[in-house]
């Protein structure tokens, strides 16, 4: 590859005088042109940058980042040299981010597909209404995470905070560090050699290695799937039958 | 033989009875569908004063008289062409059937107007229906995705719903098909309780922040709708204007569901007709009035409630369960099944149980198939284009070519909470309630 090809193929975009909208119709811009690898300077903390890109492209933001970064992508790569703020790689489709620092609250907020890599600690609702994509963060994650989470993994090297996987319809979560409290109709499950495989799919690209740590898994209970009926006198509970219950409510 | 004279508990009454004995059977609140059954004050406590000497009428049916609606002047480069002043409501594809959907879409686009998706994603078949199709972000997410969203001409973040604000929506299993798991990400036949709050911002500040990714995500194209069931209603249309809103739709407490507790349709929220009031005021203190446009929804069912509203101030009306009662819910066909469910023609309400007799809010294919949608696409253009006809009849009575002229001073209240509550004069007096 010769100097032009290379320069051709990558950009350095420097963010100091650009808005938000300016930085975002370059990148845009830049993908389309054929572009492969971005270098963003300056971000500053700035909101919903790199939202909505669906054109492959890799960018990486040389400092912190606000809200939403790589918010609705579908197959596109980021890395951030710093801290993001509040729903980073909401809604993600497809593709990965990565942040190398701590993401603030709501990771991977009802993220579809793709990864997304935390190298740092994660705030409260990590992983919240999860849909496909998997999350992992080499720190700690902070309460509420996982909340009604439907799909996907949650790969958590450290601590979860106070009800994790609180109303948590499906999907599959891994804590190697202290559980400070189980949300509601999240239990723990049993590690498979399935699993174990996985987690060392997953963490190798990190220079990790799943053998260090002692993971334990949390999967849905399916107590909520269906609205129950107490049977107070013997202390059981029953499923209702789905297919007559609730006709006959007003 | 000593006459027997059956008495009444005013406090627990027939229906109270079987409430209680039902949630003694059951173990849980009582779930069902449409809005407040509760009488409340609304749009039919008003008249209004057409024209005679101090105005001038216009001829009934021949002068013309201009029903465009546009929504979305205030910040994006694409707003909204609506031929008439109403839209069709955010109903979800899983309240109800593919059939219903894409006759709600096809009906829309042959008067001029939008739908809008629901909690659940957008059906390609409504898409493809709808030439001009809101897509809403609920706080589900269910089947939302940015391909979809590019694909969408106009965006609705919904805040809250007036049949349940406060409460997510609910989706019993029944209904949780395959095609409905898949589009929601959800296990097939679970009964789906959606989440009150957004999964990625919580406050006025936050949402904010999540107008803008919204509008980068569309290149600041489309507008954006908050919606919001009507609670607190001054406080929540000024902190959406402040967040960023181009238009507000406002629910109130008659406002539809196909599901949720009774004790929400019943006891939360305040009704269409103060909260119309309310948002018109919020948007006049914020200076914003007429720049956000507003649409108001929640048991609008007649011309004269579109006139009404239009009068009130609202840019348009939103329909849900008035458009389908016009493709056929409640009517008095396939009796044997609404006895199954123990009930009636015209007192049906029973959207939740995924057994609807008339193949609207089902996902039973046989059911569905009782829904022919061309038959239900012309039942509600046709009943979309009879309150277009009403509104422009009283329009024209009362002397004006632009059903968007209609003013507070034309109408005049019946009663005293409708005084009240609109701050309109009592019919025959300058009196106005609470003034």
């Known amino acids: ?250 | 033989m000593e006459k027997r004279v059956l008495t009444t508990s005013d406090t627990f009454t027939p229906e109270i009875i079987d409430a209680i004995q039902e949630r003694a059977e059951l173990g849980r609140y009582l779930i069902r569908g449409y809005g407040a059954f509760r009488s409340v004050p609304r749009f039919d406590d008003l008249v209004f004063l057409t024209a005679s000497l101090t105005r001038v009428p216009l001829e009934g049916d021949r002068e013309p008289c201009a029903t465009k609606t546009i929504l979305g002047k205030r910040s994006c480069k694409r707003p909204i062409e609506l031929d008439i002043p109403i839209t069709i409501a955010g109903m979800s594809f899983g309240a109800l059937s593919r059939n219903a959907k894409i006759a709600l879409g096809r009906a829309a686009t042959l008067l001029g107007t939008s739908t809008t998706t629901g909690d659940g994603g957008m059906l390609p078949e409504e898409r493809e229906a709808s030439s001009k199709l809101v897509y809403q972000c609920l706080p589900s997410r269910y089947g939302f995705n940015p391909t979809d969203l590019r694909k969408a001409d106009a965006i609705e973040i919904v805040v809250g719903q007036g049949a349940k604000p406060g409460g997510g929506g609910l989706l019993l299993g029944q209904k949780v098909s395959p095609a409905v798991a898949g589009m929601r990400t959800l296990p097939e036949g679970v009964d789906q309780r959606s989440p009150s709050r957004h999964p990625d911002w919580i406050g006025p500040d936050d949402l904010k922040i999540k107008i803008e990714e919204l509008r980068e995500a569309t290149d600041w194209q489309i507008p954006i709708y908050v919606k919001l069931g009507a609670t607190r209603v001054k406080d929540d249309v000024k902190l959406a204007v402040k967040a960023g809103a181009d238009v507000i739709v406002l629910d109130g407490m008659e406002g539809g569901t196909a599901a949720t507790q009774s004790i929400f349709q019943e006891h939360v929220g305040i009704p269409t007709l103060p909260a119309l009031v309310q948002a018109v005021e919020a948007l006049q203190e914020a200076g914003v009035y007429g720049q956000v446009q507003l649409v108001i929804s929640g048991g609008i069912r007649s011309g004269p409630d579109v006139a009404k509203a239009l009068a009130l101030g609202a840019d348009a009306v939103s329909l849900g369960t008035a458009s389908l009662i016009a493709m056929g819910c409640n009517k008095p066909i396939y009796l044997e099944d609404y006895h199954k469910l123990g009930t009636e023609p015209h007192h049906c309400h029973h959207c939740h149980t995924g057994l609807c007799p008339v193949g609207i809010a089902t996902q039973d294919d046989e059911l569905m198939a009782r829904l022919p949608v061309e038959q239900a696409t012309i039942h509600v253009a046709n009943y979309l284009q009879a309150l277009v006809m009403e509104v422009q009849s009283l329009t024209r009575a009362c002397g004006k070519s632009n059903v968007h002229n209609l003013e507070r001073e034309d109408l005049v209240a019946l009663s005293l909470e409708a005084s009240a509550m609109a701050k309109l004069p009592l019919a025959g007096t300058d009196f106005i309630a609470g003034q």
């Open chain 1, 1 to 250: 590859m010769n100097n032009e090809q290379t320069l051709t193929r990558s950009a350095i975009l420097d963010c100091a005088s650009l808005s938000t909208r300016e930085i975002n119709q370059q990148l845009r811009a830049l993908a389309a042109a054929g572009v492969e690898r971005v270098q963003v300077l300056n971000p500053a903390g700035r909101h919903n940058l790199a939202v909505g890109l669906s054109t492959p492209i890799e960018i990486h933001f040389c400092g912190p980042v606000g809200y939403y970064c790589g918010g609705l992508g579908d197959g596109v790569q980021i890395e951030v040299a710093g801290g993001c703020g509040w729903s980073v790689g909401e809604n993600l489709m497809a593709g990965q981010l990565v942040i190398r620092g701590n993401a603030s609250a709501n990771a991977a907020a009802s993220a579809h597909g793709g990864k997304i890599y935390v190298l740092g600690d994660a705030g409260p609702r990590a992983g919240i209404s999860l849909k496909g994509a998997t999350l992992i963060v080499t720190g700690n994650v902070g309460y509420g995470s996982a909340f009604m989470m439907q799909q996907g993994r949650l790969i958590i090297c450290g601590n979860a905070g106070a009800g994790l996987a609180d109303s948590i319809y499906d999907g599959e979560i891994f804590v190697a560090g202290r559980v400070h409290s189980l949300g509601a109709d999240a239990q723990f499950g049993l590690i498979t050699d399935e699993d174990r495989l996985l987690l060392n799919q997953e963490l190798l690209p990190l220079g990790l290695e799943a053998r260090d740590y002692d993971f334990k898994k949390i999967v849905c209970a399916q107590e909520f799937h269906h609205f129950k009926t107490r049977n107070f006198p013997n202390g059981k509970t029953r499923t209702n039958n789905q297919r007559h219950l609730h006709t006959r409510d007003h």
